[in-house]
């Protein structure tokens, strides 16, 4: 590869990277992410958020754009596994949390103090739509990686498999 194709490349990471820094403000409000939650102010870094953003929009554009050249490109395939794994990641993570933030939750309890609470406490059932949301997402992403694999050995133009002889 000749370092034109470098340079594309990282120029598209660029605009993903820009795309990211320009929609995170317009996305949350501003920079950081604030949540007023039960007499509770949660702040969390910008970082926190661009990161898995910036991974997200890098699958999404490179997906898009290599799906018109057929998978063929090596560096641009790599980046698109890379971040369809990392993105897989993040989603499993997230999808932890998403119980501790879910709106369908029977809230927390801060008063009365726990010794004062009744001998059985109910429990609330959790929304099931946004976890079933992060699976179907994360199957989407495992078939489109799977999708570029098999275009990209296609394309090398390797179809014969081997299967080595048994002889006994």
Do not use: C
Request: charged share 10%.
């Amino acid at each position: 590869m000749s370092f034109k194709t470098y340079l594309i490349e990282f120029a598209w990471l660029l605009a993903a990277f820009v795309i990211t820094y320009v929609a995170l403000p317009f996305t949350f409000g501003n920079w950081s992410l604030d949540i007023n939650m039960h007499d509770t102010y949660l702040t969390v870094v910008p970082v926190l958020i661009r990161m898995p953003l910036f991974v997200i929009v890098t699958f999404v554009m490179f997906s898009i754009k290599e799906a018109f050249k057929k998978y063929s490109d090596a560096l641009p395939n790599v980046i698109i596994i890379i971040s369809g794994a990392v993105s897989i990641i993040e989603i499993t993570w997230l999808s932890r949390w998403s119980a501790f933030f879910s709106m369908n939750s029977g809230g927390w309890t801060i008063y009365p103090p726990l010794s004062a609470l009744p001998n059985k406490v109910s429990h609330t059932e959790t929304n099931s739509g946004l976890l079933n949301t992060m699976i179907g997402a994360q199957a989407l992403i495992i078939v489109i990686i799977v999708i570029v694999a098999y275009k990209w050995g296609s394309s090398k133009g390797r179809t014969k498999i081997f299967v080595p002889s048994s002889r006994s």
